[in-house]
Nanobody
Framework: QVQLVESGGGLVQAGASLRLSCAASTRTPSAYAMAWFRRPPGKGREFVADINWSAGTTRHAASVTDRFTISRDNAKSTVYLQMNDLKPDDTAVYYC???????????WGQGTQVTVSS
């Protein structure tokens, strides 16, 4: 059973930075990709970024491209989300997810709250 544990959320002012971490209990070389999603208050879940675990290739949502960066540490089976220049619109619960090749995002963490005040 795959378990994902996020950390690093908090309350910050606009313009600040945070780094989220997500540690996977499984050996991530067997995983195909990991990602970050978020759910703003009163809204649906939205894609933030993902990373192919073996190749390291990344994708970022247009709303965060110039401010957020996803990365991974293979040895620690951990994925990170570096968030710079945070804005109030970035306020959300952030979730990490994992999927295997040709599969959906089937494994999710419990979420970590990020609140950005103006």
């Amino acid at each position: 059973q795959v378990q994902l544990v996020e950390s690093g959320g908090g309350l910050v002012q606009a313009g600040a930075s945070l780094r989220l971490s997500c540690a996977a209990s499984t050996r991530t070389p067997s995983a195909y990709a990991m990602a970050w999603f978020r759910r703003p208050p009163g809204k649906g879940r939205e894609f933030v970024a993902d990373i192919n675990w073996s190749a390291g290739t990344t994708r970022h949502a247009a709303s965060v491209t110039d401010r957020f960066t996803i990365s991974r540490d293979n040895a620690k089976s951990t994925v990170y989300l570096q968030m710079n220049d945070l804005k109030p619109d970035d306020t959300a619960v952030y979730y990490c997810a994992l999927r295997y090749r040709n599969a959906d995002w089937a494994y999710w963490g419990q979420g970590t709250q990020v609140t950005v005040s103006s």
